[in-house]
Nanobody, 119 residues
């Protein structure tokens, strides 16, 4: 079953930046979404990138601050997060999807990577 591995989280001050990575041996041809779950809240999708990299989308809460990209040669999808806010604190997950316009997910959840934004 396809399971992706997230990394790159950590503790950062408000206004800071982080780059998350999502890797799997079969990620090269897979539409991939980034999700996050804050304490006491439901998991939400924040960004998606198509298998070709030509299509990307973002939730309003991160638009203009986060950038999703992929390096097919490395089978890795990235999430660059700038201008981080305390409300971005969450566990971040990546997951394969059927398409960016679909809610249908592929495979299973990984362990995620913790992002904490605090001074």
């Amino acid at each position: 079953q396809l399971q992706l591995v997230e990394s790159g989280g950590g503790l950062v001050q408000p206004g800071g930046s982080l780059r998350l990575s999502c890797a799997a041996s079969t990620l090269r041809s897979t539409t991939t979404g980034w999700f996050r779950q804050a304490p006491g809240k439901e998991r939400e999708e924040i960004s998606c990138i198509s298998s070709s990299g030509e299509t990307t989308n973002y939730a309003d809460s991160v638009k203009g601050r986060f950038t999703i990209s992929r390096d097919s040669a490395k089978n890795t999808v990235y999430l660059r997060m700038n201008s981080l806010k305390p409300e971005d604190t969450a566990v971040y997950y990546c997951r394969a999807k059927f398409s960016c316009g679909s809610r249908l997910l592929v495979g299973s959840w990984g362990q995620g990577t913790q992002v904490t934004v605090s001074s």
